[in-house]
């Protein structure tokens, strides 16, 4: 078998509906000429908009106006115009899980943005951590743009923050006068429990911003996400958006695909990620032992592991990439790239005997390593 690779959080090929999607994109073109000929607007396709308003009413009872929604290229389009909007340009500090996505670590790095991390536990960012940190920071004198928050599904944790968290959250930023981005992007890929509404459903501010993301529940290639804000939020974000709208084609393909099946695709998708999961989980309790601590993730894409304390990370995924098996650092999800004991591994793509037998290779990984190491 060729390597396996856990790192990246890619979707199942296994579920995308290749000859659906084939006639969705025939039938979506032939009534494209205007569409195609013309440029899409800052907001993008309105049929999308309001699928996807329907989906964000549908899983959290809250009407969202697709005219408050732009269609953006991925979700990670969306992360970075919510924060030019929101960014002065000096002395910029965003609070956030010390443990994060690292697509957005990466990007605000770049961009010279201070990420100020607060520690989380197993049920996601703590309000404990959360009060000091905006605390001291106003002892300082410095405010925060805002707070970034993943509390569904959390990347790469796969924590859910409940519902008296979320509260205790919109509280605390409404005490300290800051505004929450809120990216969901995993929002519906769900596999048990119940869920917390999202904290746009529970919190009227109306500088709040939600994000959302097609790539999980859908497939990244095409790369859809959407932003959610009210104006005049609304228009300061748009006011940054200098790309001319979003894709045309992907969009009306996507919306043509999904109009009338979306629950039933999400269901199709998570029943299967469900089982890649449990094999994960499974897989992982039974060639690392139980001296590794496993996740097992309600919805998300990933299981965080804590490897023993005698164990590098980085020394284990060098040795894991010798036998043909690739895994995420832990460090490249923590605001400072602090170490920790960790590594993240995503299902989503590999097929169920590639995660058997990437589980056992990191099993023969995790012991080569301890014998180099002695
Ligand atoms: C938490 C989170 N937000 C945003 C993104 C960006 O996703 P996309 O741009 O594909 O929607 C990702 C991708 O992995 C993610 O994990």
Same mark, same amino acid.
């Given at each position: 078998?060729d390597?396996?690779?856990?790192?990246?959080?890619?979707?199942?090929?296994?579920?995308?509906?290749?000859?659906?999607?084939?006639?969705a994109?025939?039938?979506?073109?032939?009534d494209?000429?205007?569409?195609?000929?013309?440029?899409?607007?800052?907001?993008?396709?309105?049929?999308?908009?309001?699928?996807?308003?329907?989906?964000?009413?549908d899983?959290?009872?809250?009407?969202?106006?697709?005219?408050?929604?732009?269609?953006?290229n991925?979700?990670?389009?969306?992360?970075?115009?919510?924060?030019?909007?929101?960014?002065?340009?000096?002395?910029?500090?965003?609070v956030?899980?010390?443990?994060?996505?690292?697509?957005? !670590?990466?990007?605000y790095?770049? %961009?010279? =943005?201070?990420?100020? &991390? $607060?520690? #989380?536990?197993?049920?996601?960012? *703590?309000?404990?951590a959360?009060a000091?940190t905006?605390?001291?920071l106003?002892?300082?004198?410095?405010?925060?743009?805002?707070?970034?928050?993943?509390?569904?599904?959390?990347n790469?944790?796969?924590?859910?923050?409940p519902?008296?968290?979320?509260?205790?959250?919109?509280?605390?930023?409404?005490?300290?006068?800051?505004?929450?981005?809120?990216?969901?992007?995993?929002?519906?890929?769900?596999?048990?429990g119940?869920?917390?509404?999202?904290?746009?459903?529970?919190?009227?501010?109306?500088?709040? !911003?939600?994000?959302?993301?097609? %790539?999980k =529940?859908?497939?990244? &290639? $095409?790369? #859809?996400?959407?932003?959610v804000? *009210?104006?005049?939020?609304?228009?300061?974000?748009?006011?940054?958006?200098?790309?001319a709208?979003p894709?045309?084609?992907?969009?009306?393909?996507?919306?043509?695909?999904?109009?009338?099946?979306?629950w039933?695709?999400?269901?199709?998708?998570?029943?299967?990620?469900?089982?890649?999961?449990?094999?994960?989980?499974?897989?992982?309790?039974?060639?690392?032992?139980?001296?590794?601590a496993?996740?097992?993730?309600?919805?998300?894409?990933?299981?965080?592991?804590?490897?023993?304390?005698?164990?590098?990370p980085?020394?284990?995924?060098?040795?894991?990439?010798?036998?043909g098996?690739?895994?995420?650092?832990?460090?490249?999800?923590?605001?400072?790239?602090?170490?920790?004991?960790?590594?993240?591994?995503?299902?989503?793509?590999?097929?169920?005997?590639?995660?058997?037998?990437?589980?056992?290779?990191?099993?023969?990984?995790?012991?080569?390593?301890?014998?180099?190491?002695?």
């Amino acid at each position: 078998m060729d390597a396996i690779g856990f790192a990246t959080g890619n979707t199942n090929p296994g579920t995308f509906p290749t000859e659906a999607f084939a006639e969705a994109a025939r039938r979506a073109v032939s009534d494209l000429t205007v569409g195609l000929n013309t440029y899409p607007g800052d907001l993008g396709h309105e049929g999308l908009r309001m699928l996807m308003a329907r989906r964000e009413f549908d899983r959290e009872g809250v009407a969202v106006d697709p005219g408050h929604m732009l269609v953006t290229n991925g979700s990670m389009q969306a992360i970075m115009l919510a924060t030019d909007a929101l960014r002065d340009g000096r002395d910029d500090i965003v609070v956030m899980e010390e443990y994060c996505y690292v697509g957005t !670590i990466r990007a605000y790095r770049e %961009s010279g =943005i201070e990420m100020v &991390g $607060v520690p #989380l536990d197993e049920r996601g960012m *703590r309000m404990d951590a959360l009060a000091d940190t905006l605390n001291r920071l106003a002892d300082d004198g410095r405010k925060p743009r805002f707070i970034y928050t993943l509390a569904t599904y959390q990347n790469p944790t796969g924590a859910v923050l409940p519902t008296d968290r979320r509260l205790r959250m919109i509280e605390l930023a409404r005490e300290h006068d800051i505004p929450i981005v809120e990216d969901n992007c995993y929002g519906d890929v769900h596999y048990d429990g119940d869920k917390p509404p999202a904290l746009y459903a529970l919190d009227d501010d109306p500088r709040q !911003i939600y994000l959302c993301s097609l %790539s999980k =529940i859908f497939a990244p &290639g $095409v790369r #859809l996400g959407y932003l959610v804000a *009210r104006p005049p939020m609304l228009e300061r974000i748009v006011a940054k958006r200098m790309d001319a709208g979003p894709n045309t084609l992907a969009s009306a393909v996507t919306h043509e695909y999904l109009r009338d099946r979306l629950w039933e695709h999400v269901e199709m998708a998570n029943v299967a990620l469900r089982a890649k999961r449990d094999a994960m989980v499974d897989g992982l309790r039974r060639h690392l032992g139980n001296e590794c601590a496993v996740t097992n993730p309600p919805g998300g894409l990933f299981v965080w592991v804590r490897l023993p304390d005698d164990v590098d990370p980085g020394a284990f995924r060098a040795v894991g990439n010798r036998n043909g098996v690739d895994v995420a650092h832990g460090s490249d999800f923590h605001v400072r790239g602090d170490a920790g004991p960790f590594i993240r591994l995503a299902f989503g793509f590999p097929g169920l005997d590639e995660i058997e037998e990437g589980c056992a290779r990191l099993g023969r990984s995790l012991r080569e390593t301890r014998d180099s190491a002695s």
